[in-house]
């Protein structure tokens, strides 16, 4: 599949759409006869046996003989785009070889907090992680556990005392049965 004729910022030549997918083409590939596809949608078109032919003009077309088109996909990769997360606010204009690095700092891409779980823009993360009660809960539970080592807390004690108990009445039960 193209990459989406929505997210440019121009409009985009008739020439850099791939026939198959209708969208721009991502990685073009070259056949024989001169049209240029998206590399995956050729691939998918002939991985049929009985698709031997260049699905604009029919022209014989085999898989080795599509070859890439270097200066055509650099030339897409350099178009100006809008942000992925333009609907929630993004207004950066950013070229198409970028998407993926802009993706990963972009302040309205949505993040999960790592305490609740609750999703959120990447720009509001701080500002909820000072406020988050599972966060502040896991902050408050590790301080309780440096106050109080292990061995002294109450569940152990009363687990000691207990197995004490029952080695009391099993010596009771070896007497009554002697
Ligand atoms: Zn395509
Ligand atoms: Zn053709
Ligand atoms: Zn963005
Ligand atoms: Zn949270």
């Not at 088109?69 to 950013?94: D, M, P, T």
Request: charged share 20%; proline share 4%.
């Amino acid at each position: 599949m193209g990459y989406s004729v929505g997210i440019f910022v121009d409009e985009v030549d008739d020439n850099l759409l791939c026939s198959i997918c209708s969208q721009v083409l991502q990685d073009a590939v070259l056949t024989p006869c001169g049209h240029s596809f998206c590399q995956e949608c050729l691939d998918q078109w002939l991985a049929r046996p009985e698709r031997i032919t260049c699905p604009h003009c029919r022209g014989a077309v085999i898989r080795e003989q599509a070859r890439p088109i270097l200066a055509l996909r650099n030339f897409v990769l350099s178009l100006k785009i809008h942000c992925v997360n333009r609907s929630l606010g993004c207004e950066a204009l950013i070229t198409l070889d970028t998407l993926t690095s802009h993706a990963e700092t972009c302040g309205h891409s949505i993040v999960q907090c790592a305490g609740c779980q609750c999703t959120l823009k990447r720009i509001q993360l701080p500002d909820h992680q000072t406020r988050c009660r599972v966060i502040a809960a896991l902050i408050q539970d590790d301080e309780h556990a440096l106050e109080a080592p292990r061995s002294d807390s109450p569940k152990d004690t009363m687990l000691s005392d207990l197995s004490g108990r029952v080695s009391t009445l099993e010596a009771h039960i070896q007497q009554m049965k002697a």
